[in-house]
């Protein structure tokens, strides 16, 4: 027997979900998240869920995790101190920059500009360039290395980045400075940006790699020391990390390549949603990844989801394929509050967290949250997790009256005016990635997952338009389920530049076979076999005098047939639908990438039993919760008891291990085959 855990640690809890591969048994667990040291909570997790099913962690083959420990580093500005080799004239590129200002109009006003990765202080020039050809117009100094690297290590850098100017079209250079810095600095991790990212635009190119060596030494310190507390208990298996994009990547390659973990964490839900709508018939989705500290949306279309070619985290953007992934600080732990000044109700950022957690929790919390709002209206028991958790509803409405209070309402009106505000906050994250891409939201179902996402999807489908509303089968463990059904990937890329009218269809299939070749023995050498590694492309196309370029993907056999002539008509239906015009200017090819993926986990969700549409052998209790302005009564249902074609009309609840759902009032909820349920206007 073959057994896969996927393990994904967010904010407030560590989820957990064991999948046996032949017949597609599994079982979950949820254990409060270690914030101190995220081992820790997974250790626990390992353990309890092994010994839920009958088995020891030697048993488990492969372990796959979802971290946001490169993504708190950035956020929390806890990356190493980072030394920075550059060619000479480039010593203020980190502090030139782009001039690109968010924030809207005026934002320049009241921007602070974020603080570089590698201080000047820790940046040094060196003789030596290759030319826009990547032939050598002058050698290396190595004088001029050796005496940069020693004061880098007097000063106490951590890590070293060489990025030289065109090093992305010959990286002779940054190797030999790469080996000098292994012989004087021997402790500090080295990254090279033409290893990273071989692509033009020195400033991208440079601030990717800066950003890879600052968060190296604590990915590297946290995978080796999981690891090793992994063999210790016993677990020899393989140990993979989900990438940013979507695909694993083995632990031996994030601690070189961190950059690529810098949205490891919501690419989870992404990858279980994904699984989810494959085998529920539903192509366009929109995901609603709700957790104690945030809510993560993302679009799917036609069971694709978007990637976009650079990773945002906080202030940081770096060049790195990723999950279109927008993040707001909206999540069941986020605390509501009235500022003095403006005697208007707010909710989060700020968020309880695992420690101390919503007052609910019982574990000494007193500010009121979301979790709160939820328990005070009658939307969440007073048990979760199986009835292991029990929750505290008095202290909840103590907390919550303080909002009431200030606000001069009654207690119920406060709580559901913090649970209204919250899902606004999802709702406009969710018009990011839908309405302000061009696409409509009307056309896209809403699934709901994480710890909260299904006591939110049903409000939030409502103000989207989007329906049905979608609560999954383990809603709050779909990140872990996403991690452990997901494949192997990787990716290299290759500056072009070039009017399509200056090349041929047979020069870039060659170029892109030779990088397949690459990224195909980068899998072979991680122990995915031959037969299963399939390759894609991705071309990055502009009109020749633009700035920015689009990335289409493109498999071969499609390149071989349609020619650059279907790139370009391609290029020109997307440009169309995301600018709303077209030029006349000729196409540019830009970048090259080839992707090689492992085979993905064919797994088949279980059907349920087919049921009359009467849910009652699943009814636990009545119920009442506020909702529209009154108390009105409602059904609590168990979801382990419902059967295939079940019909529950709200306002009703169903609970099950590791979530809630809530079915609103006006609203009815219908069982898939497959044990989703799908909301919908009644």
Known sequence: MTYRLGVDVGGTFTDLLLLEEETGAFWRH??????????????????????????????????????????????????????????????????????????????????????PLAALLDTYEVGGRMDA?????????????????????????????????????????????????????????????????????????????????????????????????????GMAGKLSLLRSDGGLMSSEKSEEHPVALLMSGPAGGVTGALWVGKNAGIKNILTLDVGGTSTDVALIENLEARRVRTTEVGHLSVRASALDVKTVGAGGGSIAYVPELTKALRVGPQSAGAVPGPVAYGKGGELPTVTDANVVLGYLPEALLGGTFKLDREGAKQAVQTIADALGIGLFEAARGIIDIVNENMFGALRMISVQQGYDPRDFAVMGFGGAGPLHVNAVAKLMNSWPAISPVSPGVLCALGDATTRMRTETARSFSKRVGDTSQEEVIALLDEMAAQTRGELLADGVPEAQIVSQFEIDVRYEGQAFEVPLSIDAETLRKDGLKGVTDRFDAEHKRLFTFNMDTPHELVNLRAVAMGAALDLPAAQLPVGDGHPSDAKIRDHELWMDGKVHPAVIYDRAKLKQGDVIPGPAIVIEMDSTTLIELGCVGKVDAVGNILINLA
């Open 30 to 115: 949820k254990t409060p998240s270690t914030p101190a040291d995220s081992s820790v909570g997974i250790l626990n997790g390992v353990e309890a869920i092994c010994q839920k099913a009958g088995i020891t962690p030697a048993d488990i083959e492969v372990f796959l995790h979802g971290t946001t420990v490169a993504t708190n580093a950035v956020l929390e500005g806890k990356g190493a101190r980072v030394g920075l080799i550059v060619a000479q004239g480039y010593r203020q590129i980190m502090q030139i920059a782009r001039s690109f200002v968010p924030g809207g109009l005026a934002g320049w006003i009241v921007w602070p500009k974020p603080k």
């Open 133 to 233: 050809q990547g032939n050598e117009l002058t050698p290396l100094n190595e004088g001029e290395v050796r005496a940069a690297l020693e004061k880098l290590k007097a000063q106490g850098v951590e890590a070293i980045t060489v990025s030289l100017m065109n090093a992305y079209l010959n990286g002779v250079h940054e190797k030999r400075i790469g080996e000098l810095a292994a012989e004087i600095l021997p402790n500090a991790p080295v990254s090279l940006s033409h290893e990273v990212l071989p692509e033009m635009q020195e400033y991208e190119r440079t601030l990717t790699t800066v950003a890879n060596a600052a968060v190296r030494p604590i990915v590297s310190r946290y995978v080796s020391n999981l690891r090793g507390k992994l063999r210790s208990a």
